[in-house]
Every structure is written in C-alpha cells, then in structure tokens.
C-alpha cells in the first residue's frame, strides 16, 4: 500500500506529541490523542504523552493490570501513570531518556536507567527506554488506523538542534526498532518556524523582509537550544536559511523543577521537618505538577505540594507546604532569565573531583548568560553580536508572558546598548507570536514533511556543525608525553544532505586489525573552515570533544597492527547524520569508522 499520511513527532524530554495529515496537499493537520493507562482498569486518551516510563514490581502491576486498547507484552509503563509514580516511587522511574540519549561519556547500549533505581530492578539502557516511547505511538497509531500501518507512513521525527552525529543515529535506531521505517529528522526550532510559518502564510512577508535575523529559542524539559534562521531573497521570492545553532545545553523546566523543589525543602526545614534524600526526589516531581497547574490555570493562586512518607499509606506521615504562582515566577526570572549585559557570559567553577554519577548538567543555570554567549560566537566581529529581529519562542517555560516579555526586554537592552553614533537607531527585536508551546514542533514537523513531497517553503540548513577528527602526529617515545592530537576538518558546516565530500590532499594511515581509538571534535561557530584545514591547539579555537569510537577494524586483507595508506570522505545523509569512511588507495577496501551506530 503507498504512504497515505505524513506524521510529525515531538519526541520531548518532558512530553511528547504526535500531528498528522492525509498526503494530499489541502490535507487538514490533525493531532493524535493518545491511549495512557492511568490506575488499574482504566486509560485515558491524552494529546500529550508525559515522557515518564515507570518499572512497577511483580507485587504491584501484572501485564493483566495494564488497561489499554491493544494487548501489550511489556509492564514497563509509558506516560501518564509513569509520571504520577515518579512524585511517590522515584527511584522505579526514568526521566529525561533524550538527555541520557546525548550524554557523551555513557554506553548508550548498557542497562543504567534509573540511575538510581531500587533494589532489585533491572535497570535498561538509554536507547531501550526511548524505543518504549516510540513503540507506544507505534501501537496507538496502528490501533487508530489498522487500514495504514504506521510502518508505511513518512515520518518525521524531531531532534534538538543541537544533537551530535551519534545522537542522531541513535534516534533513528530505536525508531527503526519499532518498525518505522521511512524516517527523516528535524531539528526542533526549525520544526516551530515551519510552524508558525504555516499558521501566518497570508501575513509573514508583512512582518519579515530580506537579511531579517529569526533567533529560535527552545527552552524544553531538560535542554535549551538556541537556532539563528535568517530570510534570503531568491530571485525575489522570500526564503530561510538556518545559519547557526547553539550547543547543547542541559538546562530546561527540569532545573526549574529542582530549583522549587530545594525552595520548598528550605521551608519544611525551616518548620523543623526533615526531608531524606528519596523525598526530595518525590518533592522535585511533586513540585513540577504544581509549576504545570498554575501556570495552566489563571485562576490558581497557589497549590498544595506534598511530599509521600515512608508508611504503607504513603501519604498518612505525608510532609506538606505550598506553592504560590508568584514563587514559580520569581524563581524563573531571576534564576533562569535574569536580566544581564550581553558581555555577561556563564560562569563555571571548580568541580569536585568525584560526583555522583548523572546528567552532565551545565553549571550556570542562567538561559540569559548563555543566549548573550551564543549570539557573541556568532558574529563574524567578535567584538559585537548577531543582531536578531524578531524571536521565536517554544517550549512549555515559555507560556507564561511574563517570561517571554522578560527575556524580549532583556534582547532589546543589548540592542539599545550597541548604538553607535553612526547608528543611532536600533530596531527593537519582536516576537512572532501564536506559536502553541507544546504541540508547535509536531505541528511543525508534519508541515516539514508536507514541505519535502513539494508543498509549501522548505527552511535550508545543511549541517549545523563542522566536524573533525583527530590526527595524531608521529614522534618518539618520550616518557609521561603523549603524542599531539590535530584537529582535522572532515565535514564542513553547512553541508547540504545527501553530500559527499572526499579529502585527498593529504594521506593518512589507518590502523587496522587491533584495538584503537578515534576522537572527534566539532564547531558551529567556525563556518569558515575547509575541508583539510588542520586545528592544532583545539581546545583554544573552542572545539566541542565528541564521544570517542573504540573499535578494532578489519584486518581481512592485511597483517593485524598494518599501517593501510588511506583518504577519507565524509557524507552527510538524508537524515541529517554523518557518515565517516577511510578509502584504501592502493585497493577498493573501505571501513566506515565514525558515527555509524545503525545495525
């Protein structure tokens, strides 16, 4: 049977959400209502799908208990009921899967979630638990449409901007797992311009004009992303181009979440309540579920936050305080969007030596500091930074309009303070309004999708990143040295999908046939550099370390530990990932070494 429907889906760190719409072109965007259990017996259908697994324990949940519509064959529970048990059984509850997905210093593939599991549960690895997301829209979505199977469909799957090669991959493995098949990636902030593109088409070319600068900004569960898009002028047809992206930074709601939590801690200790280590887990979910009623609902003041005891009626020795809205804000503004200089960048101290093992959260939680820093790396004049004109918001932080109006004062008080006297005039930065700040990326994803078969603009990109691997230069054997590692650029920033470009300038020589390891280095603010260019200091030109590979290649035609003369190419493929492959010169062998995960 051919594609009858193009589907986008926002795979978030806090919710997901799935759009679709017939293959035709006047086809209307429907969002999907998805099936959730909920308590035993029962489930409701949801647009949002909370992306919470829980693991319950034989005693306490049998497959029998898990109502849904059709007959699942796991108890790991996804959704709505995973997100209730993480507030009073945390340590049985995953959270965050799409950050643990881009952590560069874990096995993707080994059982490590929850990080801080009970006794007793088997823990799954990062990309087991993002197939059972993948494999729950899979199951509501042939249910819904058994007459055109899911595996049939084109899909289009959203990933954060600034996800790596190796995340990206990863991505679309625990997609393919699930049988879904024809797959493409976009990255988040361009799926909320398409978005908004499609909902103002009447009305853009009014509010944007040629060389204007779009500065998204995706502020989600656990991450923050910041993308510049700007309008080009094709043969007097308006287009877009996305010309940068941030770096992937791992500070969202959940930090929010956190934040309210040891606010709400301080004051249960204040009244001589002490708080354990495992309740302050519950307060934080406990916490997010207050954040999430009072910014929903205008007519909340404040809400109860209560914190689970340990007696078999969990809630009989229950701590309990509250939250107000005016708590909520005061914390987001000052903590996470305070008003600072565009000279004020993130601060970073000195870690302790032995942490415990989670997320690599960044150290300044200020979104601000790090948005002042990204629009300086961004400018071809060091000195001064991008000037956007108008700001595109995404992400649930962004519903209240207090904090959107915040960080536009902010943006205009950088503008306002760059005047110079042959430019007296700086044009204040303005929001495009009217996105939907949950659904906006599935919503904009399905219009990607409809964009790719011919139907409407479709953003240009290329790769957001240039990318590099590490060349090791011959030496002797010096005692306590290490021979110097180059940076050389392998892919550059900007390459367009379905690209391929080979580097034979120089021959380098592959180790086959025992243990070694590559290092990969990336940029997304040196668009400048050709493929070839060699970084010898990389850390200084601010070089991102990517995850490693550790492989041993094979040695089929050769001696093991052989020195193979090669040339390497690098593709970046139609799903936005990149490809690395060494080319024998004096044979047709070749070995993909880099970026490669997809089995």
Known sequence: MAEKYIIGIDMGTTNSAVTYKTIEEDGEIHTLNIPQFVEHGQYEDKVLMPSFLYIPNEAEITLDDITLPWQTDTSIIVGE??????????????????????????????????YQAAEGVEKISPLEAYTHFFEHIKNTWNNQFPQAQLFQQKIVITIPASFEPAARDLT???????????????????????????????????????????????????????????????????????????????????????????????????????????????????????????????????????????????????????????????????????????????KHT???????FSLNYTQDPAITRHLAQFLHTQSQDKKSFVKPKAILFNGGVFK????????????????????????????QVIELKGADYETSVAYGATIFADALIGHGIKIKGGASHAFYIGIESPMPAIPGFQPPVEALCIATQGME????????????????????????FAANHRPDDALGDIIGNWEEAGLIELTPLRLTLSAANYQNAQHVPVHISAL??????LELTAHAIENADQWKIAFETIR
Request: net charge negative; charged share 25%.
């Open 350 to 356: 000195t870690r302790a030596g032995i942490n415990r």
């Open 172 to 346: 679309v493995e625990a997609a393919r797992l699930c049988d879904f098949e024809k797959v493409t990636l976009l990255e988040e902030p361009q799926a909320s311009l398409y978005g908004w593109i499609h909902k103002h088409q009447d009305t853009w070319r009014d509010t944007l004009e040629k060389e204007d600068i779009i500065l998204a900004i995706d502020v989600g569960g656990g991450t923050t992303d910041f993308s510049l898009i700007q309008v080009e002028d094709n043969n007097g047809d308006l287009e877009f181009k996305r010309i940068a992206v941030g770096n992937h930074i791992l500070v969202g709601g959940d930090n929010i979440d956190l934040m309210l939590a040891y606010t709400t801690q301080q004051r249960l200790l204040d009244q001589g309540q002490h708080i354990e280590h495992w309740q302050l887990q519950a307060l934080v979910h406990s916490c997010r579920d207050a954040k999430e009623r009072l910014l929903s609902d205008d007519n909340l003041d404040e809400i109860s936050v209560i914190v689970p005891g340990r007696s078999s009626q969990l809630f009989e020795d229950a701590l309990k305080t509250t939250l107000s809205r005016e708590d909520i804000q005061q914390i987001m503004l000052e903590g996470f969007f305070p008003k600072v200089s565009i000279n004020d960048h993130p």
């Open 497 to 520: 999908s379905g690209e391929m470009i080979t580097y034979t300038g120089e021959t380098f020589s592959l180790v086959v046939g025992e243990p070694v390891e590559f290092k990969f």
């Open 400 to 427: 209240p309009d207090i904090i959107r109006k915040q960080l536009l004062e902010t943006v205009n008080d950088w503008l306002s303070a760059s005047k110079t006297t042959k430019n007296r005039k700086t044009t």
């Open 572 to 577: 970046h493929t139609e799903i936005g990932t």
């Open 81 to 114: 009921f995973a997100k209730s048990k993480a507030q009073s059984t945390p340590n049985r509850s995953i959270t965050s899967v799409k950050s643990w997905l881009c952590q560069p210093t874990i096995d993707k593939r080994k059982g490590l979630l929850p």
